[in-house]
């Protein structure tokens, strides 16, 4: 998929089949395609951090870590307790005095924990502002962030200020805005918003052959987009949805290549 200074640039789905049926895909399915940069992608991370101070009376809903920046309402955090279970609480609240962290749990953790003990974010919340990546590198203000919530939906943030020294970043004026779990997919969304494809060619109305290129969807990607750079590795992702006889079809095909010209 090299893209070229003033050239046709197509994103093609070439025969889409249904092979259970043996047809193919509806004409009037929609077709759209987006495109990512293949090196920013990334995971969120845990947020690993520690108690600050030993955890003994086991009735208390407040533990203090050292770092709480990640935890907001309704993210679950893991401590590893004193005796070496594993527990796994909800954070409702938490107040940062003098560089301490007071977070406030659902339930009280029940078993004691020692000081230094580890605390990792296993969900961030709905409100988390801040978000910590798994590598940081290449990822710079201003870029287009797309993450995969936890129930499966896609949001778009613009990335603000970054702390490459603690490989987390501010999203700028948003939160998450539904329950996030670590290890979410990162991805760097390039070029236009999306890409709208068009049926093309005569689709077969029977004995269709997987992959045919004389038929399918395509869409044209604007040579101009700013965010699109000489040797660029971009990846395209189409989505296909809601096709005859495939009815309620919802199909991503993927393609790599990269931008040799402008």
Known sequence: MPLDYLSDNLVELRGPVNIAQNAAVAESSTVSAKLYDT??????????????????DTSSLDIIVRNALFMHPGAQILVKTKFGSIIQEEVVSKSTIDGVSTITLTNALGTPAD?????????????????????????????????????????????????AEDSHLWLRGQTLGVTTLAGALIKHKVGPASIAMVAFGSFPTSNPVIGDPAWG????????????????????????????PVPDLNLTRKVIGTLINR
Do not use: C
């Not at 940081?136 to 919530?149: P, Y």
């Not at 969807?217 to 101009?224: A, D, K, Q, S």
């Open 39 to 56: 090196e920013l992608d990334a995971r969120l991370s845990d947020a690993p951090t520690v108690l600050r101070e030993d955890y003994t």
């Open 217 to 244: 969807f395509r869409g044209v990607i604007e040579y101009n987009a700013q965010d699109l750079l000489l040797g660029m590795r971009v990846r395209a992702e189409i989505t296909l949805v809601d096709g005859v």
């Open 115 to 163: 000081k230094g003990a580890p605390v990792v974010t296993l969900v961030y919340g709905t409100g988390a502002g801040f978000i910590q990546l798994d590598n940081i590198e290449g990822w710079k203000n201003d870029m287009t962030m797309e993450i995969t919530h936890s129930d499966g939906t896609l949001a778009e943030f613009t990335v603000g200020n970054i702390d």
